[in-house]
């Protein structure tokens, strides 16, 4: 009987221990910040002619997704494009085959302007959309973490575009931070 007991105790005492002693506070926090904005293409561009569009400026709302997620902008160490898509809105009857290669870089005041997507050799297939391919090791932290910034498009076309084109600009940030 006592050797049960003795047993049970010890089991009991790290079960205990494990509880109070086992578990670290995590100091630190995980998300992603979707952005949504567009440009257009003028009407009467004509082909192989460099192209820049620059967005409206983007409103980061940063503090409040932030907040949501138990942390401040100071306490942000690292932010990284995970994704960026681009989809044509109108006209609906339009697609990508006019593109031959697009650049997307970020610029936010007091910053100096970086590349954080491509494509290149867009193929003529009927596409409404593209994923961009992203540089993903680029820390965009002091970009994201400002109240407004912008992304800055160029282009190389290889059609003649008649109509304007509408293009929405999807993207998601990859935040790591500290928390609260």
Known sequence: MKK??????????????????GCEKLDFTQFTMDYTSEFTYSGGLGTAIPFTARTPEISSNSSSTF???????????????QSMRLEIKTPADVDFDFLNEITISINAEGLSEKVIATKTNIPEEGLTSLEMDVEGSVNLKDYVTSDQFTFKTTTKTDKTISNDITVTIKSVFFVDAKVL
Not at 5 to 20: D, H, W, Y
């Open 4 to 21: 049960k007991e003795k047993i049970r105790s010890i089991i009991v005492f790290l079960l205990v221990s494990t509880v109070f002693f």
């Open 67 to 81: 907040s949501a997620n138990n942390t401040r902008k100071d306490k942000v160490e690292e932010v990284n494009l």
